[in-house]
């Protein structure tokens, strides 16, 4: 009789403890989630009137929180990449992307609270245009225009380099007054 008690009295305490591990995995997972959420980093690119948020591949795993609230995401669907931001849980912005590409350079702007592609073009102000060939030299393009009569330039960049990183450089680059990205019109896919 006392080992059929005994044998109840562990079942059940196995039955507790399995509970109790589930909740503890339950809630490590939230927290994790809600810590990678909050400790990435964006970089902000200044553009026309407004901030443009670099969204990173690395979303793909874990959500990015922005200053304002808003939460981004991408989701790989076959053949095409889906950037999601969403506010309080709902959605509120969502673009498509081919992701035949190695990767898609996207933005998130902070003022129309849209993704945008970047292009692989770079409009460029420098103080001596003469030495927009050395430039373009320094940043691997591969063409450079100046346009005389617009005040600017623009340099051509590799298909698989990165647009955001070549402005980075070339804003801080004493020679450039001003270096500006350039942005793809979205694509569109009905829903």
């Keep these: 009789m006392w080992r059929k008690r005994a044998s109840r009295f562990n079942r059940r305490v196995a039955r507790h403890r399995d509970v109790r591990?589930?909740?503890c995995g339950v809630t490590s997972c939230f927290l994790a989630v809600t810590a990678f959420t909050q400790t990435q980093k964006?970089?902000?690119?200044p553009y026309i009137g407004q901030k443009l948020l670099e969204v990173t591949v690395t979303a793909l795993e874990n959500p990015v929180k922005t200053d304002s609230g808003a939460v981004l995401r991408v989701e790989r669907q076959g053949e095409f990449v889906r950037f999601?931001?969403?506010?309080?849980g709902v959605v509120t912005r969502s673009q498509w992307y081919q992701g035949t590409r190695e990767r898609p350079h996207v933005v998130f702007g902070t003022a129309d609270r849209r993704f945008h592609e970047v292009d692989n073009r770079v409009l460029?102000?420098?103080?001596?245009p003469k030495q927009l060939e050395s430039i373009a030299e320094e940043v691997r393009a591969v063409r450079a225009k100046h346009y005389p009569s617009l005040g600017y330039s623009i340099v051509w960049l590799r298909p698989?380099?990165?647009?955001?990183?070549?402005v980075k450089r070339l804003q801080s680059d004493e020679r450039v007054k001003h270096a500006e990205l350039q942005?793809?019109?979205p694509l569109m896919i009905p829903q």
């Design 21 to 23: 591990a589930w909740l």
């Design 42 to 45: 964006l970089h902000e690119i």
């Design 84 to 88: 999601i931001a969403t506010e309080d």
């Design 124 to 128: 460029v102000e420098l103080i001596n």
């Design 160 to 166: 698989g380099q990165n647009p955001i990183e070549a």
């Design 183 to 185: 942005l793809k019109r």
